[in-house]
């Protein structure tokens, strides 16, 4: 049995930090949390030492809403992640298409910031990419750049009707201006050549080490099933696990195709229970399915109560209330949990209206959530405890960045600002809260989220105005969120410090606690424990 001896540490576990200064580990659980003495005494002779230099010691951080695969596919692609200027951009997808012999040009993360509000054109692209279609999505994945060639291809032109979920961005005579939103994209994405099994593979290995040298311990793969250009991700992360590759507790969300109807219910249902128990066996436990209801308010897709500022479009709803409020309880009766995508106040109220029509007993049996929950209505904070519903918050995202600034307080008006990331309203309120990067969309760090989380400012941003200053949690909060509360969202080991726990451990390289809370964002992860092995890494 292996054991290991963390002193001169800081312990953080439900909410608090102990007077404790060191732990102990025999296999793979927490022994001891103490002195040094009872820590090396309950360890036993040739234990692994390690000295966390008064660093905070906590449960590991878990990510309930994260994206290996789509990071993956990103690596593989022509990637514009990070490109600052339209020139750059154009400039990595001249040299891509370059040394590419693939009969598509695919890749994404251009920023929407910098073009026009209608997105980028065909016309451009067919200048970078004139010999061949090509597909890029954009940093959000929820709009893609589509050049003429790929457009034809789809039989996409003037006279193509927008799809019930998504939107063609249009020139003035309506011919396809370029830019394709939500599920427009599929419309060009099932065209889309398979990927390599094995390279997506080998991707979702490298990040997943990415993650453990973060700190974090567990995640949810947050769509597994095919959708905006890239597959069902289940084989890939089967393969890494069936050969024993695959360090840290990943789980996974069985995707709802957007394409369901009521009629298509109990079917879903039924395979996607059946799913989960394979799953589960294999080591891949997946007893979530991932219902997405809206996009995002920078494309007027995300659902809002009230019109966008300037017009009267209230963006999309991709399933009815009616189907929603019959699939949501067929799930939970099957025992499946429901992780639901809602950006805008609608759509929040219209899972929690779904939630409401779950029997409270059977509630309580499953773990739901609503991730990202960027706008919501006053009267239904108060909601998400009453129905047992986890807030599963993006922290990155609450703060005034150029994307917000620009793009998205013009688009719901000052009049709904109180509206956004309400973290500590929901707080307040008693509601669980847990949390997650929604990676590669922003940073999987999940310093920098606590940073926002607690300071809604930019990270190293001081003299940032914060975005909604009230609606910040405490750093205490924060972390159990990350940490206890991500974890028992996804029924995961571990998320607690104490005899009898999992070993799932992140060492800080500094007690956050003990400097102002504008450095939280300096905090780094000096080492991370699983399942009591320290990660190499």
């Not at 007027?300 to 009267?312: F, I, K, Q, V």
């Not at 499953?366 to 991730?371: C, K, S």
């Not at 571990?494 to 070993?503: R, S």
Request: aromatic share 6%; charged share 20%.
């Amino acid at each position: 049995m292996t054991a290991l001896v963390i002193v001169n540490a800081r312990i953080f576990s439900r909410g608090v930090v102990f007077p404790a200064s060191a732990i102990a580990v025999r296999g793979e659980r927490i022994a001891v949390v103490g002195t040094a003495t009872d820590a090396r005494d309950a360890a036993g002779h040739g234990a692994l030492e390690l000295d966390a230099r008064g660093g905070l010691v906590t449960p590991g951080f878990v990510d309930a809403h994260v994206h290996l695969g789509v990071g993956a596919m990103d690596a593989l692609r022509c990637d514009l992640a990070g490109a600052a200027t339209r020139e750059e951009i154009d400039s990595r997808v001249r040299s891509f298409a370059a040394g590419s012999e693939a009969p598509w040009i695919v890749g994404g993360g251009w920023d929407p910031t910098l073009f026009p509000a209608t997105g980028p054109t065909a016309a451009h692209l067919d200048d970078l990419v004139p010999d061949r279609p090509a597909l890029l999505l954009d940093a959000d994945h929820h709009g893609a750049w589509a050049n003429s060639k790929a457009l034809r291809a789809a039989g996409i032109d003037a006279g193509t009707s927008d799809p019930p979920d998504g939107r063609i961005e249009r020139d003035g005579d309506d011919s396809p201006s370029g830019t394709l939103r939500e599920g427009a994209m599929q419309m060009v994405a099932r065209l889309l050549p398979a990927p390599d099994l094995d390279q997506v593979a080998g991707g979702i290995l490298r990040l997943s080490r990415e993650l453990l040298r973060a700190g974090i311990t567990g995640w949810q793969e947050a769509a597994l099933g095919a959708y905006g250009g890239f597959p069902d991700f289940t084989a890939a992360y089967l393969r890494l696990l069936e050969h024993g590759r695959l360090r840290g507790r990943p789980t996974g969300a069985i995707w709802v195709p957007r394409d369901l109807d009521e009629g298509g219910i109990d079917a879903f249902v039924a395979e996607a229970a059946a799913r989960a128990v394979a799953n589960a066996r294999a080591g891949l436990p997946s007893s979530t399915a991932k219902l997405m209801l809206d996009g995002i308010v920078e494309s007027r897709t995300a659902h809002l109560l009230e019109p966008y500022a300037g017009g009267d479009a209230r963006g999309l709803s991709y399933f009815s209330p009616a189907l929603v409020q019959r699939l949501i309880p067929a799930l939970n009766t099957a025992g499946l949990s429901v992780h639901v995508h809602a950006i805008g106040d609608a759509a929040v109220r219209d899972a929690l209206d779904a939630f409401a029509r779950v029997p409270s007993d059977l509630r309580e049996r499953v773990r739901n959530h609503i991730a990202h929950i960027q706008l919501v209505h006053p009267d239904d904070v108060p909601r998400f405890r009453a129905l047992s519903v986890t807030a599963n918050a993006q922290p990155y995202w609450a703060c005034a960045t150029a994307l917000t600034r620009q793009a998205t307080l013009p688009l719901i008006g000052d009049e709904r600002l109180d509206r956004l990331y309400v973290f500590g309203s929901l707080d307040r309120a008693g509601a669980r809260l847990a949390m997650g990067s929604d990676w590669p969309v922003s940073t999987f760090d999940p310093w920098q989220g606590t940073h926002v989380a607690v300071t809604r400012q930019p990270p190293g941003a001081p003299d940032a105005a914060a975005l909604g200053a009230s609606e910040g949690i405490d750093l205490a909060t924060a972390i159990d969120a990350y940490t206890r509360g991500s974890a028992r969202l996804l029924g995961l080991p571990g998320g607690v410090i104490e005899p009898g726990a999992m070993a799932d451990l992140a060492i800080a390289d500094r007690d956050p606690f003990a400097a102002p809370t504008a450095a939280i964002h300096e905090t780094r992860n000096a080492a991370t424990i699983v399942a009591g092995e320290v990660a190499d890494v």
